[in-house]
């Protein structure tokens, strides 16, 4: 299995960013997708989660209305649109992938991870 994170960068505050993250190598259709994240001396955190189909999607508080996690299971592709990017955004940025259906909401759940893409945003 394989994940492979795009679209990291340095990026100023208040700006966009579109990650993209492309899985091989498992039956993608059947599995729920994350996004996590790691800044510098804290701890990985859950940003956001989407099911197999698409239809169920969950965003951690801090990210919410502004960051919005899709997939297009044609193309074994999920991906995380961010908006109004703030500072405290800057981070390393995972993709992880289930072995669930249904949405996944605790770390535990996913088994396959990327390498991480960084994210920078600049005040």
């Known amino acids: 299995v394989q994940l492979v994170e795009s679209g990291g960068g340095l990026v100023q505050a208040g700006g966009a960013r579109r990650l993209s993250c492309a899985a091989s190598g498992l039956i993608f259709r059947g599995s729920s997708m994350g996004w996590f994240r790691q800044a510098p001396g804290k701890e990985r955190e859950f940003v956001a989660g989407?099911?197999?189909?698409?239809?169920?999607?969950y965003n951690t508080d801090s990210v919410k209305e502004r960051f919005t996690i899709s997939r297009d299971n044609a193309k074994n592709t999920v991906y995380l649109q961010m908006n109004s990017l703030k500072p405290e955004d800057t981070a390393v940025y995972y993709c992880a992938a289930t072995d669930l259906g249904r949405l996944g909401l605790r770390r535990n759940d996913y088994v396959y991870w990327g390498q991480g893409t960084q994210v920078t945003v600049s005040s």
């Open positions: 989407i099911n197999w189909r698409g239809g169920s999607t």
